[in-house]
């Protein structure tokens, strides 16, 4: 998985608890990436960082806060787990291609989060 | 949405048999790129094709686009029981970094 680890990989919390995520990277690619998968939807966006404390939302960013203090480790945080919550979460990490636009994305192995 | 959708959602083909799976976008596009999925586990970039490409190989893998139809497709020839996977298109507009990602198509391939 190029370099890529999520922890914990598998998650089952309770209904308004915070819940942190995390991210971690060997190759030292300047971009880092937050989805969520659920069945129907594809792959969302939630946040993501172009840089060590530079980020930004995605397209379901409600409900999530995200932190990056270094190029390696990005967090995911949900401040209050709901149900709705409940998805499987992946990472991913990619490079500035030659045009100056993220080349391809290499993905994490995922965190199953199960929100009761 | 500018979303990729891709079509069809599942696909069911013989071992040795060509499969190929379309993908539509609804705005311009800096770059297409698609993705496999096995059952479990996270998403392997396949190919990306850019905007001023019309077709790309890789293996057994061939990629077109038609952005005056804002549609690319991906055929595997000759494919293999392995291929079994789920099978994203996702494209990159020109301002951001940001991929956007269709739901997929689910591709078995019986023996």
């Known amino acids: 998985d190029a370099g890529i680890t999520q922890s914990p990989r598998h998650k089952v919390t309770e209904t308004g608890t915070p819940v942190t995520l995390r991210c971690h990277q060997t190759?030292?690619?300047?971009?880092m990436y937050w989805y969520r998968q659920d069945p129907g939807h594809g792959l969302r966006l939630i946040h993501y960082s172009y840089g060590v404390k530079d980020t930004d939302k995605g397209e379901v960013s409600d409900g999530y806060s995200v932190s990056r203090s270094k190029t390696e480790d990005f967090l995911l945080t949900l401040e209050s787990a709901t149900s709705s919550q409940t998805s499987v979460y992946f990472c991913?990490?990619?490079?500035?291609?030659?045009?100056?636009?993220?080349?391809?994305?290499?993905f994490g192995p995922g965190t199953r989060l199960t929100v009761l | 949405s500018q979303q990729g959708e891709e079509d069809p959602q599942a696909l069911s083909i013989q071992e040795g048999e060509n499969a190929t799976m379309n993908c539509s976008y609804k705005?311009?596009?800096?770059?297409l790129q698609w993705y496999r999925q096995n059952s479990g586990r996270g998403l392997v970039h396949l190919i990306l094709?850019?905007?001023?490409?019309r077709e790309k190989h890789s293996g057994r893998l061939r990629v077109t686009l038609d952005t005056s139809k804002k549609s690319s497709s991906l055929l595997i020839t000759a494919s293999r029981a392995a291929d079994t996977a789920s099978y994203f298109c996702?494209?990159?507009?020109?301002?951001?970094?940001?991929?956007?990602f269709g739901t997929g198509t689910q591709l078995k391939v019986e023996l």
């Open positions: 190759e030292n690619h300047r971009y």
């Open positions: 996702a494209i990159l507009t020109g301002g951001g970094n940001k991929l956007t």
């Open positions: 705005t311009s596009i800096n770059n």
């Open positions: 094709i850019r905007s001023n490409e």
């Open positions: 991913a990490i990619s490079e500035p291609g030659t045009s100056g636009r993220a080349s391809e994305q290499f």
